[in-house]
């Protein structure tokens, strides 16, 4: 990778989205109504991919965007279960329980903020409902090491579990300290070292950097750190600071933040680390072993990107259960309430607790297939998108072929008849070189609230 100059990417630093879903969440809403989602769900025929909220956490990170619940009541926690339960009778009135679920992904929250006996209990609910699950399935769940024991591990190993992401963020005192989440260094160790006594086939770890006090001096202490526990993937995020949406960022003292200049940097830094150590770079935020299945669905242009990251299972009809949980389809974004009152409400009166969300019209659905491919593989093949849409893609996409002007003219986007392809440099700016594809964006534009900032 060639040597950034910071000043010119800096002015590259403005508000965007991450594209984990496109149309992006800020087009859900309550149009997209009960009736049309439940009609989906009957008339699906794909292949299932679960994803479970467990929302409950015992005290905030400040840096945290996630839909939390902070308790430490276990009262409900169990009575969230019951709910759960429930949600999951009534969806199984709606959609063809015998499809293969291929995937299953419990996030939250903190999933191990659970009991050994609750989590053995959630998923063979889960399996009793869903019997018929591949032998192939990828089985995931998120672990705060700070709430890991052996009993869970055991639960997992017992119920196929095969991938685990332990959340880090940041391993220098000061910087733990800041963001509200004191975890050490041997505390991560033992928890990874515990899923590697059970042969857990992928260990993924998950660092942040553009948090408070972090320098480029003190993120390598932190790589080289991370690096000794070995893990099959890293995800490295930037952070996105929204203080309008989440109260708990407003306690940073934002002078502390490192600045646009100092997080490429960092990144860019980053970067050069781990393919210096023999890992390979996925997508914007993300990096593997070379021997890494991703790379294989990279080589055939199947890698795709949701809202968990990264992934070979791209064609399946994900469905979220639980609070907050977002599902898409091929045609739709569907998500469930937010509040818990809400939530439990509408299972009360036999509903699933859907609560808004989109269906992608056509052109929809063609721009999310060209931004999905340009963050998961950095490039998008021309004739295929052609041939695959029925368009001419430079008649089509005329106004973004102008707009990203400038980023060809720099060397950052070359483009071909057949291709067009995102430079090495360039994939440090893949979130602004998505953006002239989307037709939102122009809604938005004045807005800065809308997004956290692409560097
Ligand atoms: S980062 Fe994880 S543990 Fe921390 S508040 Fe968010 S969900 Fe909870």
């Known amino acids: ?108 929250g903190t999933p191990t903020f659970y009991s050994a006996y609750e989590l053995d209990e959630i998923i063979n609910y889960i399996k009793d409902k869903f019997p018929n699950w591949s032998r192939e399935a990828e089985v995931s769940v998120e672990i705060d090491p700070r709430y890991f024991n052996r009993e869970q591990m055991e639960v997992f190993k017992k119920h196929g579990f095969n991938r685990i992401s332990f959340g880090i963020q940041d391993f220098e005192d000061r910087v733990q300290e800041a963001v509200h989440r004191v975890q050490p260094y041997e505390l991560t160790k033992e928890a990874v070292d515990l899923a590697r006594e059970f042969g857990i086939d992928s260990i993924n770890t998950d660092l942040i950097y553009g948090l408070p006090y972090q320098t480029l001096e003190s993120f390598k202490r932190t790589l080289e750190k991370v690096l000794t526990l070995n893990p099959d993937r890293f995800a490295v995020f930037n952070y996105a600071h929204v203080p309008w949406l989440k109260k708990t960022m407003r306690k940073f003292d934002e002078t502390t933040l490192p600045s646009p200049a100092t997080k490429l940097e960092i990144f860019q830094y980053t970067i050069e680390f781990f393919q210096d150590n023999g890992y390979k770079m996925i997508g914007m935020d993300h990096f593997a072993k070379p021997s890494d299945e991703l790379f294989g669905a990279i ?91 029925n368009i001419d893609f430079n008649n089509y996409f005329e106004d973004a072929l102008e707009n990203l002007r400038e980023f060809i003219d720099e060397g950052l986007v070359t483009l071909s008849k057949d291709k067009l392809k995102v430079s090495q440099t360039g994939t440090l700016l893949i979130r602004n070189i998505a953006m002239p594809f989307d037709a939102y964006m122009q ?13």
């Open 1 to 108: 990778m060639s040597k950034i100059n910071l000043e010119q990417f800096s002015k590259y630093s403005k508000p965007g989205p991450r594209y984990t879903s496109y149309p992006t969440a800020l087009e859900f809403s309550e149009d997209f109504e009960y009736d049309s989602y439940i009609k989906y769900l009957e008339d699906g025929k794909e292949a299932i991919s679960l994803y479970v909220h467990l929302p409950f956490c015992r005290s905030a990170c400040y840096f945290c965007g996630c839909n939390v619940v902070f308790t430490s009541k276990s009262s409900k926690l169990s009575q969230y279960v019951e709910y759960l339960k429930r949600e999951i009778d009534i969806l199984v009135k709606h959609i063809d329980n015998s499809r293969e679920v291929i995937q299953f992904h419990f996030g939250g």
């Open 299 to 389: 080589a055939k242009g199947e890698l795709h990107r949701n809202f968990q990251g990264y992934t070979t299972k791209g064609g399946a009809n994900l469905v979220g259960i639980g609070l907050t949980s977002i599902g898409e389809g091929s045609r739709y974004y569907a998500q469930n309430s937010k509040d818990m009152k809400s939530y439990e409400a509408a299972i009360d009166s036999g509903r699933l607790p859907f609560e808004r969300g989109v269906e992608l019209s056509d052109d929809d659905y063609i721009r999310k297939a060209v931004i999905m491919e340009l963050m998961a593989n950095f490039s998008i093949d021309i004739a295929r998108v052609e041939k695959t849409h």
């Open 443 to 455: 809604k938005y534009s004045g807005s800065k609230k809308s997004f956290s900032k692409t560097v």
